[in-house]
Nanobody
Framework: QVDLMESGGGSVQAGGSLQLSCVAS????????VAWFRQAPGKEREFVAG???????MYLESVKDRSTISRDNAKKTLTLQMNDLKPEDSAKYYC?????????????????WGEGTQVTVSS
């Protein structure tokens, strides 16, 4: 059983929207940082958005004005709404969780990971 499970990926045209979801199983989730990362072929995994234990959100600069991250602690669910998608947003998106309240862009500081969901944006 995986700790985090993502859903909501798919193929869209540029300018479209997607909502990614992540559900936690064993991971406590509440009070901790949970985040989204993405990895395109041949590139390093990069931080996209995170939400801290106090609900403070942080974003990658290139998605900041067209994305919203949110969490539902009761349902142990993390959501990323992405609008005005661009071909450069194409990647596999991963949900990640820490056991600390604050978020970091460093992938090595995350303990829990999902298996990812693919997002493909065509021009």
């Amino acid at each position: 059983q995986v700790d985090l499970m993502e859903s909501g990926g798919g193929s869209v045209q540029a300018g479209g929207s997607l909502q990614l979801s992540c559900v936690a199983s064993k991971y406590t989730f509440s009070g901790f940082c949970v985040a989204w990362f993405r990895q395109a072929p041949g590139k390093e995994r990069e931080f996209v958005a995170g939400i801290e234990g106090d609900d403070t959100a942080m974003y990658l600069e290139s998605v900041k004005d067209r994305s919203t991250i949110s969490r539902d602690n009761a349902k142990k669910t993390l959501t990323l709404q992405m609008n005005d998608l661009k071909p450069e947003d194409s990647a596999k998106y991963y949900c990640a969780g820490r056991v600390q309240s604050d978020c970091t862009r460093d992938i090595y500081r995350y303990t829990f990971w999902g298996e990812g969901t693919q997002v493909t944006v065509s021009s």
